[in-house]
């Protein structure tokens, strides 16, 4: 670590290496593995994104069409995994649910040595729609569904569990491409939970339970939950704009916007931005999209504060009919392939990570007594 002087929270630390993305860099932006994040996202599929992610290369159109299928056999659920998730209450919020559902899996699939790592992404990258779409049907309609659908992809796949009924190509599509956008960034918080639970030598499930739990916070995943529910709350651009002046005026922190990396732009913005202008057409939106465009505008004018990848993400699944609680796990069932291709990374050259810290308490005291204590 090459801290020269403190900074809070660690900003524009370097804390170790890695070969999977740039974010923000001169001359790179943001890249999975050396592609540009706007190639990935026009040209590929998710499950080849996470391909790249996992195996370390674009796969061929044979690898490619064997991943897939591999996926698609791995969806299925233990019955014991079933019944804890009839178990969770219905109330329970889902990021907690999949928090909890991992690290069960973790019990009766354990991942034992390291030899099957990359086994053990995959199943989580396949199961873990099944998971969250299991306990959110069970709890609201009462229905125990099968897991396994014919949609190949995993953006169909969920959306089909979801709905009941295969997605339209425009849902499936808008879906696949926020998970590409998602999937990885780097040394985030989450990530970095990953990171430091892998260099203690721990297995897979623990590392991706603990990077469930830090994605879960506003500042971090939680973002486009919190995004929604402030969007929702206006019915004109007018009202958006000076509600938000005020919350701006009041110091509140309108989640969505600012990034500890980017400084005027987040890149994964545009393209969530167009898909959630092309959704709002189609669903014939004449209030969101609006109110959004005005609280980035108000945004930008009064702070220099510009929208990251979650304000969009936000009302991009809002038009396709997900509801707002199930935001964050979509970027869990995304960023499971750059959590997993972390670990890999720690492993195969890995060192515990425990930094230093400068101490601020009281100096050395003398012992008092338990009786003599005022
Ligand atoms: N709304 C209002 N003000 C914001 C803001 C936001 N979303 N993001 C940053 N600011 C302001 C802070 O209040 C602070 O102002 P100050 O210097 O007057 O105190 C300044 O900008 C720096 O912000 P800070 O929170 O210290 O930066 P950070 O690097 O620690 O935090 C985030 C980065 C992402 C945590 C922060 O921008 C944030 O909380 N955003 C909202 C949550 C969010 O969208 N998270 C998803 C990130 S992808």
Redesign the pocket.
């Given at each position: 670590m090459t801290a020269k002087k403190k900074v809070?929270?660690l900003?524009g630390v370097s804390a170790g290496e890695t070969a999977l993305c740039t974010v923000g860099q001169e001359g790179a932006g943001l890249t999975y593995r050396g592609y540009d994040i706007y190639d990935l996202a026009d040209n590929a599929g998710f499950e080849e994104v996470a391909y790249l992610l996992l195996y370390g290369a674009l796969p061929t159109r044979a690898e490619l069409d064997a991943y897939v299928a591999r996926l698609k056999t791995l969806r299925a659920l233990p019955d014991a995994l079933k019944t804890l998730l009839e178990m969770i209450p219905g109330d329970a919020h889902p990021m907690d649910v999949l928090r909890t559902a991992v690290s069960f899996l973790g019990n009766v699939e354990p991942e034992g040595d390291f030899s099957n790592q990359a086994e053990v992404a995959d199943r989580l990258l396949a199961c873990l729609p099944s998971m969250l779409i299991y306990w959110h049907r069970f709890h609201t309609d009462g229905e125990r569904i099968d897991v396994e659908t014919d949609d190949d992809s995993v953006a169909g796949h969920f959306l089909h569990m979801l709905h009941g009924k295969a997605p339209s190509e425009t849902h499936r599509n808008s879906l696949d491409t926020t998970l590409i956008l998602y999937a990885e960034h780097e040394f985030?918080a989450s990530t970095f939970t990953a990171r430091v639970i892998t260099g203690t030598l721990s297995d897979m499930h623990s590392a991706v339970s603990g990077a469930i739990g830090a994605l879960r916070g506003?500042?971090?995943?939680?973002?486009n939950e919190?995004?929604m529910e402030l969007i929702e709350r206006f019915d004109t651009p007018e009202q958006a704009t000076q509600e938000v002046l005020a919350?701006?005026a009041r110091?509140?922190?309108?989640?969505?916007?600012?990034?500890?990396v980017y400084t005027v732009s987040?890149p994964r913005n545009s393209v969530n931005k167009k898909m959630s202008k092309a959704l709002a057409d189609e669903a014939g939106d004449t209030r969101l999209y609006p109110v959004s465009e005005a609280i980035e505008k108000v945004?930008w004018d009064e702070?220099k504060?510009f929208a990251?990848?979650?304000?969009f993400a936000a009302t991009v699944y809002h038009f396709m009919g997900i509801p707002t609680y199930l935001f964050t796990p979509i970027f869990v069932c995304s960023r499971i392939t750059g959590w997993a291709a972390h670990v890999m990374e720690q492993r195969s050259n890995n060192k515990l990570i425990r930094p230093a810290a400068d101490y601020i308490g009281p100096s050395l005291q003398p012992w008092v007594a338990i009786d003599d204590r005022k």
């Open positions: 809070g929270g900003a985030n506003p500042l971090h995943g939680g973002a919190a995004a919350m701006l110091k509140d922190k309108i989640m969505g916007f600012g990034h500890r987040d945004m702070k504060l990251n990848a979650d304000f």
